[in-house]
C-alpha cells in the first residue's frame, strides 16, 4: 500500500514542525585573495595548465576520522584543476603556504559582523575545514570567525545569528564524470564571509525573507561583490523527528521556498516510510544478509539500449535482494522523486556511477525495456519472495559492487528515518543527495596561519564607520512615504549619503528617494552610464530642485543629459533644456500666448474642455512649474477672459 | 594546579585562566567585554601571545578571547583530546619482501601538536597501516624511529648512526630499506648514506613530504608507496631520493643520492637531479628505469660500512666584496676543509688571495665548486681560476656543492694526507662527479615562451 504524498503546497508547516536556518556565502570586494596576492574576481574560461591531485581523508584535532572524509574518500576521484597563470599563482596550487591574511577582507567581515551585533573575537584563528570532494585543492578551507552571536530583527521577532566567519572561496565545478571531476580555480580563495543563523524560521517563506535581509545588510556595507555567483546560500531545514539537512548552494533566493517545501516534505515522507518498515516488522537485521550478486549472464541478449552499453563497456549487473520493501521503493519522497531515486543518489556520488538508470526496481525495469520474463528470472534466482524488492545496480565491477552494498546501505538507513546529509540543488527545483554531513572533526587549526589580535583601536575606527542598521532605515525611509520595496532599495543603495545631504539641504524626501531608489535603477536598467555623473553634478541638480528652480519630474531627464556628457556642470545642463527659473508673471504671459494659438476644443463638458487645455499647456512648463500652479494661472486668465 | 594543566600559557592568560580554576580542556562559558563565547579551552602555543585565551567552539571553529575582557568563566565539564591516528597491527604476508623503515622525523607520518601548533612525527607501523593501508599490499614493514628531529636539526652524528642502522637491516635480511626523512636537508643524507654505505645489495630510500600528512592534499602517503616500492621491488641498490616527479599526484622520481637537490622552498616536486637524469620512474607496484647505468640489486654483494665524519669542514659561499676575514675566521677556528662554491667556472675575488693562501700553507684542504649548480669547475680557463689553483684550491669537477661538502667530511673522517684526500675527493664514489655532462641534464623550462606554454598545457605538471 503507498504511503499517501503530501503536497508541498498544502503542507501545514507549524503541525510539521518545521525548522530552518541559513548559511550565506557572500563574496567580498576587495581587490585581492585572502591568502594570496592573486586578483580577485578574475574568471575566465581559459587555462595554462593542469594539476591532478587526490583526497585523502585525515585526523582531526579531536582524533577521529569524520565521515564525510570517509565516505569521499571511498569515491576515490581523480581530480583535476585547470589553472590561468592570471589568476592562480603556486598558492592555489597548493604548492605554496599561505601568506598573511588579506586584511581588507577581514576588516569588512568586521564590519559586517558589527551590522549583525555580533561578538566579536578578541583573536581571529585561522582554522581549516575539510573538503575532500576536491572543491579546493588543499583539502580544506581556510576559514576564521570575525564574530559570535548576533540578532537580526524580522516581523517583529528576533532571527538568531550564531556565527559569522571570512572564508576562501572554493573552485567552480566543470565536470563530474565518473571517477573524474575537473575544477576551474579561478574563483578559489576569493575572500568571502559566511553567516549562520540559528534555525529561527518556521516556514519557506520566512527563510527566502532573511537570506534577503541579510544580504541587504551585507550589501549596505557597500564592500561586498554583486552579479551572478557572488552569494550564495545552503538551508538547512528539518521537520519534528527529522534530522537537520543541508541543502548547499542554492544560487538563487527565489529557490528556496520551494526547496525548503520539497524538504520538508520528503523528511515527512521517509519518517512515515520508517513508521511503515517498522509495522512491517523489518529491522535492520533483515538486511544483514543483503548480498550482491552478480547477474550479468541475465543481460547478454538483452536488447536495451543501456544494458548493451554496460556490457560493451565491460560492465557487471550486480542485483541484490531487499527482503520485505516491494511496496516501499515507489515511495513518493518529492513530486517527482521516489524512494529509489534517494537510491540512485547514493550510487552516483559513492558508487561514482552516472550512466541512466542508476538503479533499476520491479517498478521501473517494465519501462526502461527489460523483459518482464527476464525480471521473474532474475527475482527468481534471488529467491525473492512476493514482498521482497530488487535492485539493479550496474557499470564497472568494483563501481556496480560498491553500489549494491551503498543501496543495502541506504536502506537500514531508513530506520534512523532522515539520515545526516547535505544535499544538491538539482534542475526542476528538487535535490539529491550530495554527502553525508560533515561533523566539527572535519575542523583542525591551520598551522601555517598565525593568529590575529582584533584591537580596540581596530575596532572604534570600524565602529565610527558605522551606518544606521538597514532594517531602521526601511522604517525611516518609509515614514517619508517611500513604498517598501523603494525605500529597500535606496537603503541599501550608494545612493543613500547623497539623498540624505540633499534632503538635509531642504529636497523633498520622497520625490528624491523615489528618484534614487527607483528611477535611478530604472535608467540604469536602460544602459544609461549614470556612474559617470560627478558627485557635484547630482548634488547642484538636487540642490535646484530643493530650491524650487527645476521641477523633481525633470531630474530623470537631466540625469540623462548629464550622462552623456558628464563634464557640463548642472546650470550648464538646466540652461541646455531650457529650464531657467520662471516667475509667475512670466508663466502668466506664456500661458495666454499658447493659448491664443490653440485651435479651440471640439467638446462643450467645460471638464473635458479643461483637460484638452491642460495637455497643451504642460509640456511648455515641464520641469520649470508644477502642475498645480500652472492649473491655478490658467483657471485665473480664464476666470478673467471670461 | 600545575603549569601543565595550563599548557603554553603564560603571564595575563596563564593568571585570568588560573583565577577562575579553568584549565585546558575545560568546557566553558566565558562572559567578556565584547559578549559571551562558549567552548573548550585549547592549550596555546607557545609562540602566541599571553593576551589570549583559545576557545575552540561547538562548531569546530576556534577563537581567541582577549584575558583583559574576561569578566567570568563557568566551566562545565572537561574534554580532554587525545590525537591518535588509529592503530592497527600491520598485516604479514610471507610473499612479500621485508623493508625496513628507519624514522629520522619530518612529515612523512605526523600529527599536530598542540602546544605549538606544529606537527611532530608519528611512526610505529601500526600508525603507518592505519595511515596508509595501501602500504601492507606492496611489502611488510618493519620500522624502527631512530630519532625525531626536523631535518635542519640532522647532522653527521644522525648520517653515522644511519648508516649502521642501514648495515644493519641489511644484515638483518631486508630486501629494502626505507629511511623516512625532513625534506629540507634529505639530499646532504643522501649524499652522506651513499659515501658512507657502499656496496649496498639492496636499495636505500629516503622519503619525505612536502604537505605534511595531517593534510588531505598530502603527498605523504603516495610518496611513501613509491618508496615501498622502490625499496621492496625495485633493481636499483642505490641510496636514492623518492620524491613526486610532477606536483601532481602521477609519479615519482627516484634521484641518485649524490646528484639530487631541493630546488623549491615548497613545490611537491621539489626534489631534481642536477646535470644527469633521475634514475627511475616510480609508481605504486612498479619501477621504470630511465638509465641502464645502475648498481643492480644483488642480495650477495656485502655491504661496507665506513661511518666516519669530520665535522671541521664548511661551504664558502663566495659574494661580490666577500672579506678574507670570512677566511681567516675559518682558520682561526680550526677548520680542515673548505668547500668554496665560486662563481660562474669557479671564482672568487682578489682580495681572499693572501687569506686563501694562508690556509692552504696551514694545511686547510679546499676544493671549488660552482654555485651555478649546473656545470663544471673548469679554472684553466681564466687567469683568476688559475691563480687561485694555485693557493691549493682543487677544481672539483661539476660536484654539488653540499654534496662536496659531505665528501669532504667523510673523506677526513678517514684521513688527512693531502694527496690521498685530494685522490679521493676526485674519484667518484657514485656519480657524485661524472665525467660528461649529458645534453639532458640542465633543463630549467624557461616560463612564458610560447613552445613551453604549449608544453605546459599539454602534460599534468
Redesign the interface.
Known amino acids: 500500500m503507498a504511503i499517501p504524498f503530501i503536497d508541498p503546497d498544502c503542507a501545514d508547516w507549524q503541525a510539521l514542525g518545521l525548522m530552518c536556518g541559513v548559511e550565506i556565502h557572500q563574496q567580498l570586494l576587495t581587490q585581492r585573495k585572502l591568502f594570496c596576492r592573486c586578483p580577485a574576481g578574475l574568471y575566465s574560461h581559459h587555462h595554462d595548465a593542469e594539476v591532478v591531485r587526490h583526497m585523502r581523508p585525515t585526523l582531526s584535532e579531536l582524533g577521529e576520522y569524520d565521515g564525510t572524509a570517509l565516505m569521499e574518500f571511498k569515491t576515490k576521484k581523480n581530480i583535476t584543476y585547470l589553472l590561468d597563470r592570471r589568476s592562480v599563482c603556486t598558492y592555489e596550487m597548493d604548492d605554496t603556504p599561505p601568506f598573511e591574511v588579506n586584511r581588507e577582507a577581514v576588516e569588512i567581515a568586521l564590519e559586517i559582523s558589527l551590522a549583525l551585533g555580533s561578538n566579536i573575537v578578541g583573536e581571529f584563528h585561522v582554522i581549516r575545514k575539510q573538503y575532500l570532494d576536491g572543491s579546493i585543492p588543499t583539502g580544506f578551507q581556510r576559514t576564521a570567525i570575525t564574530g559570535v552571536g548576533g540578532r537580526l530583527p524580522y516581523r517583529g521577532k528576533q532571527i538568531g545569528i550564531i556565527q559569522l566567519s571570512v572564508e576562501e572561496d572554493s573552485c567552480r565545478e566543470v565536470s563530474d564524470r565518473g571517477h573524474d571531476i575537473v575544477f576551474r580555480t579561478d574563483r578559489l580563495s576569493m575572500p568571502l564571509v559566511e553567516v549562520v543563523t540559528e534555525p529561527d524560521m518556521h516556514t519557506p517563506q520566512e527563510a527566502a525573507d532573511v537570506v534577503r535581509l541579510i544580504g541587504r545588510v551585507m550589501r549596505s556595507t557597500g564592500r561586498v561583490r554583486r552579479g551572478a555567483g557572488a552569494s550564495r546560500q545552503d538551508v538547512n531545514v528539518s521537520v519534528r523527528g527529522g534530522t537537520r539537512i543541508e541543502i548547499k548552494g542554492v544560487p538563487s533566493i527565489s529557490l528556496i521556498p520551494g526547496l525548503v517545501a520539497g524538504e520538508g516534505v520528503r523528511q515527512k515522507m521517509l519518517l512515515d516510510m520508517r513508521e511503515e518498515m517498522l509495522r512491517l516488522g523489518l529491522t535492520p537485521q533483515t538486511f544483514a544478509d543483503c548480498r550482491g550478486v552478480d547477474v550479468s549472464y541475465l543481460f547478454e541478449r538483452e536488447e536495451t539500449p543501456f544494458t548493451r552499453a554496460t556490457l560493451r563497456a565491460g560492465g557487471r549487473f550486480m542485483a541484490v535482494r531487499l527482503p520485505g520493501m516491494r511496496d516501499l521503493l515507489s515511495t513518493k519522497v518529492g513530486r517527482t522523486r521516489t524512494f529509489a531515486d534517494e537510491l540512485g543518489g547514493r550510487v552516483r556520488v559513492i558508487a561514482c556511477l552516472d550512466v541512466r538508470p542508476l538503479v533499476v526496481t520491479d517498478d521501473t525495469c517494465h519501462d526502461l525495456g527489460i523483459r518482464d520474463e527476464r525480471w521473474r528470472t532474475l527475482r527468481k534466482k534471488l529467491r525473492c519472495k512476493a514482498t521482497d524488492a530488487v535492485a539493479l545496480a550496474h557499470g564497472p565491477v568494483v563501481d556496480a559492487q560498491c553500489a549494491v552494498a551503498e543501496i543495502v546501505a541506504r536502506v537500514v538507513e531508513c530506520f534512523e528515518g532522515v539520515p545526516r546529509e547535505t544535499r544538491q540543488v538539482r534542475s526542476g527545483g528538487e535535490t539529491d543527495f550530495e554527502r553525508i554531513l560533515p561533523g566539527p572533526d572535519r575542523m583542525y587549526p591551520d598551522t601555517d596561519s598565525p593568529p590575529l589580535a582584533v584591537t580596540d583601536e581596530w575596532l572604534a575606527a570600524l565602529a565610527a564607520r558605522r551606518r544606521t542598521p538597514v532594517w531602521e532605515l526601511d522604517e525611516q525611509l518609509m515614514a517619508v512615504g517611500l513604498p517598501r520595496d523603494v525605500a529597500e532599495n535606496l537603503a541599501i543603495s550608494p545612493r543613500l549619503p547623497l539623498w540624505q545631504k540633499a534632503v538635509d539641504g531642504g529636497a523633498d524626501p520622497k520625490a528624491l528617494g523615489l528618484l534614487l531608489g527607483m528611477r535611478w535603477t530604472a535608467l540604469v536598467r536602460r544602459g544609461l552610464p549614470l556612474k559617470r555623473i560627478p558627485e557635484g553634478t547630482l548634488r547642484d541638480l538636487f540642490a535646484a530642485a530643493a530650491a524650487g528652480r527645476v521641477m523633481y519630474e525633470a531630474l530623470p531627464m537631466l540625469l540623462e543629459d548629464a550622462a552623456v556628457a558628464p563634464e557640463r556642470p548642472a546650470l550648464e545642463l538646466l540652461n541646455l533644456r531650457g529650464l531657467s527659473p520662471m516667475t509667475q508673471a512670466e508663466a502668466a504671459r506664456r500661458i495666454s500666448d499658447v493659448l491664443e494659438h490653440l485651435a479651440r476644443p471640439t467638446s462643450v463638458d467645460p471638464a473635458a474642455r479643461k483637460r484638452y487645455y491642460m495637455g497643451k499647456l504642460m509640456p511648455h512648463f515641464f520641469g520649470r512649474l508644477a502642475g498645480v500652479t500652472v492649473e491655478r494661472l490658467f483657471d485665473e486668465i480664464m476666470a478673467g477672459a471670461a | 594546579m600545575s603549569n601543565d594543566e595550563f599548557k603554553g600559557y603564560r603571564g595575563e592568560a596563564l593568571s585570568v585562566l588560573k583565577e577562575y580554576a579553568a584549565p585546558v580542556w575545560s568546557d566553558v562559558t566565558i562572559a ?1 567585554a ?4 562558549k567552548g573548550i579551552i585549547l592549550p596555546r602555543s607557545e609562540t ?2 599571553e ?2 585565551i ?1 576557545l ?11 584575558a583583559c ?1 574576561v569578566q567570568a568563566i563557568t566551566s562545565h565539564a572537561r574534554k580532554e ?6 592503530e592497527k597491527e600491520f598485516p604479514y604476508d610471507p610473499q612479500k619482501s621485508k623493508v625496513v623503515l628507519l624514522g629520522t622525523g619530518g612529515t612523512i607520518a605526523s ?2 601538536d ?1 602546544r605549538t ?3 611532530i612525527p608519528a611512526f610505529s607501523p601500526g600508525e603507518l597501516f592505519g595511515a596508509v593501508p595501501e602500504l601492507a599490499d606492496i611489502c611488510n614493514i618493519e620500522t624502527k624511529k631512530l630519532y625525531a628531529v626536523f631535518s635542519e636539526n640532522i647532522g653527521p652524528d644522525h648520517w653515522m648512526g644511519t648508516a649502521a642502522e642501514i648495515f644493519k637491516a641489511i644484515e638483518g635480511g631486508a630486501d629494502g630499506v626505507i629511511v623516512g626523512h625532513g625534506t629540507d636537508t634529505m639530499h646532504y643524507t643522501s649524499a652522506a648514506l651513499s659515501f658512507m654505505c657502499q656496496n649496498l645489495p639492496v636499495p636505500v630510500v629516503l622519503v619525505g613530504s ?2 605534511s ?6 603527498d605523504a ?2 610518496n611513501l608507496r613509491h618508496a615501498a616500492t622502490a625499496a621492496c621491488m625495485g633493481p636499483i641498490s642505490e641510496v636514492m631520493v623518492c620524491m613526486f616527479g610532477p ?4 609519479y615519482g622520481l627516484l634521484h641518485r643520492g649524490t646528484r639530487v637537490r631541493k630546488m ?1 622552498s ?3 616536486s621539489t626534489f631534481r637531479t642536477l646535470g644527469d637524469r633521475p634514475l627511475a620512474k616510480v609508481w605504486p607496484g612498479k619501477v621504470e628505469p630511465l638509465t641502464e647505468d645502475f648498481v643492480r640489486r644483488d642480495r650477495n654483494r656485502k655491504c661496507t660500512l665506513m661511518n666516519k665524519f669530520e665535522e671541521k669542514v664548511a661551504i664558502l659561499y663566495y659574494y661580490p666584496n666577500m672579506q678574507p676575514d670570512i677566511v681567516e675566521a675559518l682558520i682561526d677556528n680550526g677548520y680542515k676543509g673548505i668547500v668554496i662554491a665560486g662563481t660562474g667556472l669557479g671564482h672568487v675575488n682578489k682580495p681572499l688571495y693572501p687569506a686563501l693562501r694562508k690556509a692552504h700553507e696551514k694545511g686547510i684542504h679546499m676544493f671549488m665548486t660552482v654555485q651555478t649548480l649546473w656545470g663544471y669547475a673548469q679554472m684553466f680557463v681564466y687567469d683568476t681560476g688559475r691563480d687561485i689553483m694555485s693557493f691549493g684550491v682543487v677544481p672539483a669537477a661539476n660536484i654539488l656543492p653540499e654534496v662536496a661538502y659531505v665528501k669532504l667530511g667523510w673523506i677526513l673522517g678517514q684521513t688527512q694526507d693531502p694527496e690521498e684526500v685530494r685522490r679521493l675527493m676526485l674519484q667518484p664514489v657514485n656519480h657524485e662527479i661524472t665525467e660528461r655532462e649529458p645534453i639532458d641534464g640542465y633543463l630549467v623550462m624557461q616560463g612564458g615562451l610560447p613552445e613551453i ?1 604549449s608544453f ?2 599539454s602534460v ?2
Not at chain 2, 565584547?34 to 563565547?37: I, M, S, W
Not at chain 2, 569546530?60 to 582577549?66: A, D, F, I, K, L
Not at chain 2, 606536483?247 to 602521477?250: P, V
Open positions: 567578556s565584547r559578549g559571551e563565547f602566541d601571545d593576551h589570549h583559545v575552540k567552539m561547538a562548531s569546530g571553529y576556534n577563537v581567541g578571547v582577549r575582557d583530546a587525545h590525537y591518535k591516528i588509529p600529527r599536530l598542540y601548533g606544529a606537527v612536502q604537505r600528512s595531517d593534510r588531505p592534499s598530502s602517503a603516495l606536483t601532481s599526484d602521477e623549491h615548497s613545490y611537491r606554454d605546459m598545457k599534468r605538471r
